[in-house]
């Protein structure tokens, strides 16, 4: 398993709305405070599980695409479509009501500071919005259908349904580079998680491609037993809801 890259086991159980909940772990520092393995100025070596942790069933709306993982808050967020509500679930999955969002959220990326990013499937923009509300801070688009975004330190990976193409934003929204990435499964709805100088990206299929973010070449896959229908992320675990 190359560093920082998650390995698959079997597939997890547990219920989620329409599907089930498989857990990927690696001791990973990204977004959220999580200390790296060996604590404070550890290694930051994913340390892989053999297999995927099985949860209990576990009852929550996910209302439809794009999860995503508040770090200030320790929470799961799962905006609802053309609703704008955003559906707030704490670490056990227990539910703790809503915040309004804006509608077509593909994925969401929590910030440390609260604030958070959004793919806006037909409004063909990334979205930087305030902490629990749905106030814009800036907007960038990608000129078509918005597929997915994601942060790995100071940059913010935006994607476009239908192309290879990455945009690499900084923090303002402010557009550092685009490059592409070859073989990008492009039909993605959401899905992107990037972590430890990598992107891990599935396309609500049974794969997700790894990638590095610095040579941008494909370092792997992790393989499912059913397709992805939504993934959260929380800096140290994938959250991934089948069926």
């Known amino acids: 398993v190359p560093e920082g890259c998650l390995e698959a086991g079997a597939g997890g159980a547990g219920g989620g709305a329409g599907g089930t909940v498989a857990l990927y772990t690696a001791d990973v520092q990204a977004e959220t405070g999580i200390e790296a393995s060996g604590g404070a100025g550890g290694s930051n070596i994913p340390e892989p599980l053999a297999s995927a942790i099985e949860l209990p069933p576990v009852s ?10 508040s770090p200030k808050h320790r929470e799961f967020w799962y905006p609802c479509w053309n609703d ?28 440390p500071d609260g604030s958070y990013y959004t793919a806006n499937w037909g409004y063909d923009r990334i979205r930087k919005l305030d902490e629990l509300s749905n ?3 800036w907007e960038f688009s990608v000129g078509s259908t918005a597929g997915g975004v994601c942060v790995d330190g100071e940059n913010v990976y935006a994607f476009r349904h239908g192309s290879q193409t990455v945009w690499r934003l900084n923090h303002d929204g402010v557009e550092q580079e685009t490059f592409n990435l070859a073989n990008l499964n492009s039909s993605m709805h959401g899905g992107v998680v990037c972590a430890a100088g990598h992107l891990w ?38 959250h991934i809801i089948t069926g």
Request: proline share 4%.
């Open 135 to 137: 106030q814009q801070q």
């Open 84 to 111: 704008p509500p955003v559906k707030r679930y704490d670490e056990n999955f227990n539910s703790l009501g809503q915040f309004t969002g804006v509608a077509q959220m593909m994925q969401i990326w929590g910030n």
């Open 60 to 69: 929550m709306d996910t209302c439809g695409y794009g999860g995503g993982w």
């Open 201 to 238: 990206a599935n396309a609500n299929d049974t794969h997700f491609r790894i990638f590095d973010l610095t040579t941008r070449a494909k370092v792997g896959d992790l393989h499912l037993e059913t397709p992805s229908s939504n993934v959260a992320f929380d800096g140290q675990v994938l």
